[in-house]
């Protein structure tokens, strides 16, 4: 009897996600464990991850400016009844009013800890029932009001004001004022305690008069309150390690405390900022994985991922992990520590569409995540790095600015890297905050944050582990999109092949290349062997044919062969295949709608 094996591995459409595991064997056929900065979208492509744009060219810092302060909050506040809107931004001892070309100290003389984040609640104005006030708190200052005109004030300034707690959360419902984990240090169980504003005899809400609080539980096994949401016209509260849920009922009376209850007692809240309202439910991070809540049901969502996120994180930092929910692709995004860094330098990023995680995000560091409304009024992403700039994420093909720079080192030393020709963009603060990315020669794959530069010289924030040289080629703002497939066997892991050719369908984006890496029988990368696919319709490259194109919906798709070589590091008869797209330059971009693998059997091992 001959050998079978079938023709080809055919894939049109990607599906299944990020799924960081030891054992290929488990991966259906498109699935991943080892990619990043790429997406599966909606239409079944792989495609690279959208960039960033930087707001503001002009870095946010406290008071003692020569200090390099991480953004520590943002809120956009819309005054109710009207258009208008502002960015409220905590970076240092400061709150700002923001705008993409000016940012205005409306706080300063807060406490400056980088680690101190904020938390904010639109409400009623006590003082004018046709006005409404942003109250901001960060559990060690009183909380601020502003009202959006002038500066911000204490909101026990107030007249009348009483017992004003200073808290780490704040939340509204039903025009009362939730704040939870108080600062007393005459009570040890302040850090599980929640105290509720009131309503005047007029029935308007006073958010500077506090009466009621309750307890959850004590501050022993449970731990602190590390946040508050509202879920179905309930609070749900959020401690270290427990879920409860408050009833606030109707009225404007005293609250029924008797109706707290404890829902969770082995499950509860690690990081404060990964608590998330997605409508229906929550997700969070929890000591044990990510999870959604819908107030009765508990499920883990991150089975796989917690791998990357703590085997592979850093466990002290993880407290301070950060994300948001992308209400128009309808996606939770988590910013959290990789291994060896104090700041949230890597993301997971669920679908709750397609019920998948994507490959995880690279190449930035974030310290807060929120949302704003733009011109048009639709919701948009915003982050803030540790350098004191925001930025407005899924814009443009590049991170942080519009153009990037591609090149090749002129020269280098531990801290700088120098190319005369490239003009670097020196506007405002310049490229402070981008990265700088070494893609190949001496020194490759280092990735540096820039301090500062010229219109030839960037300096960095850290210092090269080994220092780029002329053989050395960088790209500035670029994203690294990498996918690598799973490595398949053609149904039989017996069989021993000859690999002959690859034919991918990709999107036409410009003249320019991606690189397909084909990898036999688990070879190291390095030694692997590599082709390059153009991404224009009438280009060609060295061993690769254009054999043909068509327009599928509307987009022109270029369809495309690659002819496979033997190497002195790799042959191509194996029993296993494994491809990997690339692209890290700036101004570079890549969609994959799917590829055909041909083989021909040759023996068994």
């Given amino acids: 009897m001959g050998l079978f094996l079938p023709p080809a591995v055919t894939i049109n459409r990607f599906t299944g996600g990020y799924r960081p595991i030891a054992d290929y064997t488990t991966l259906k056929d498109t699935e991943t464990s080892d990619a990043n900065n790429t997406e599966y979208d909606h239409r079944g492509d792989i495609s690279q991850r959208p960039g960033s744009r930087k707001l503001l060219?002009?870095?946010?810092?406290?008071?003692?400016?020569?200090?390099?302060?991480?953004?520590?909050?943002?809120?956009?506040?819309?005054?109710?009844?009207?258009?208008?809107?502002?960015?409220?931004?905590?970076?240092?001892d400061r709150l700002y009013n923001y705008n993409s070309s000016t940012a205005t100290v409306i706080r300063s003389g807060l406490t400056d800890n980088s680690n101190t984040f904020f938390t904010f609640s639109q409400v009623q104005d006590p003082r004018s029932a046709s006005d409404d006030i942003?109250?901001?708190?960060?559990?060690?200052?009183?909380i601020q009001l502003w009202n959006g005109s002038g500066t911000a004030i204490l909101l026990n300034s107030?007249?009348?004001?009483?017992?004003?707690?200073?808290?780490?959360?704040?939340?509204?419902?039903?025009?009362?004022?939730?704040?939870?984990?108080?600062t007393d240090s005459t009570d040890v169980d302040s850090v599980v305690k929640v105290t509720v504003s009131s309503f005047g005899t007029d029935g308007a809400p006073d958010p500077?008069?506090?009466r009621d609080s309750f307890f959850c539980g004590g501050s022993g096994r449970q731990g602190q309150i590390n946040g508050l949401r509202v879920l179905n016209d309930q609070i749900l509260i959020y401690t270290r390690n427990s879920i409860w849920k408050f009833n606030p009922g109707a009225g404007t009376g005293a609250l029924d405390t008797l109706s707290l209850q404890q829902h969770e007692e082995a499950v509860g809240l690690l990081a404060p900022f990964t608590l998330v309202d997605v409508g229906n439910f929550h997700i969070f991070l929890?000591?044990?994985?990510?999870?959604?809540f819908d107030g009765v049901n508990l499920a883990l969502i991150s089975d796989d991922q917690n791998t990357d996120i703590f085997s592979d994180g850093n466990l002290s930092q993880l407290p301070f992990a950060k994300a948001e929910f992308d209400k128009r692709n309808n996606r939770y995004v988590l910013y959290y520590p990789s291994s060896g860094s104090n700041r949230n330098d890597k993301a997971l990023v669920y679908d709750i569409n397609l019920k998948l995680w994507n490959p995880p995000v690279t190449g930035r560091t974030v310290s807060y995540i929120s949302v704003f409304d733009d011109s048009t009024g639709n919701e948009q992403m915003i982050y803030g790095d540790y350098r004191g700039y925001l930025y407005q994420d899924r814009v443009g093909i590049n991170d942080g600015i519009n153009m990037g720079t591609n090149g090749t080192v002129e020269a280098a030393s531990i801290s700088t890297l120098t190319d005369t020709d490239a003009m670097f963009d020196e506007t405002g603060d310049g490229l402070e905050g981008l990265t700088v990315r070494i893609v190949s020669g001496a020194g490759s794959g280092q990735e540096r944050i820039i301090e500062s530069n010229t219109s030839g010289v960037l300096t960095l924030e850290t210092n090269w582990a080994q220092v780029p040289n002329d053989s050395s080629t960088y790209t500035v703002a670029g994203i690294d999109g990498v996918f690598r497939t799973r490595d398949y066997s053609f149904g039989n892991e017996d069989l021993i092949k000859i690999f002959r050719e690859i034919r991918t369908r990709t999107k036409e984006q410009g003249n320019f290349n991606l690189t397909l890496t084909y990898i036999v029988d688990f070879k190291e990368v390095s030694r692997a062997t590599s082709a390059l696919i153009t991404l224009l319709v009438d280009g060609?490259?060295?061993?690769?044919?254009?054999?043909?194109?068509?327009?599928?919906?509307?987009l022109e798709v270029i369809r495309q062969k690659t002819s496979l070589r033997n190497t002195s590091t790799q042959s191509l008869i194996g029993t296993h295949l494994a491809l990997r797209y690339s692209n890290q330059r700036a101004n570079e971009t890549f969609s994959i709608k799917g590829f055909d693998v041909t083989a021909k059997a040759i023996g068994k091992r």
């Fill in 158 to 182: 107030l007249t009348s004001a009483s017992n004003v707690p200073i808290a780490k959360f704040i939340v509204s419902h039903k025009n009362r004022i939730y704040a939870a984990n108080v």
């Fill in 540 to 554: 060609f490259a060295w061993g690769l044919g254009v054999w043909g194109s068509i327009r599928w919906g509307g």
């Fill in 286 to 292: 929890s000591e044990t994985g990510v999870y959604a």
């Fill in 134 to 142: 942003i109250l901001a708190s960060n559990g060690v200052d009183p």
């Fill in 57 to 92: 060219r002009t870095r946010l810092e406290g008071s003692a400016s020569s200090t390099i302060e991480p953004i520590t909050g943002h809120k956009f506040f819309t005054k109710l009844g009207t258009t208008t809107g502002f960015h409220v931004v905590a970076a240092g």
């Fill in 208 to 210: 500077h008069i506090y």
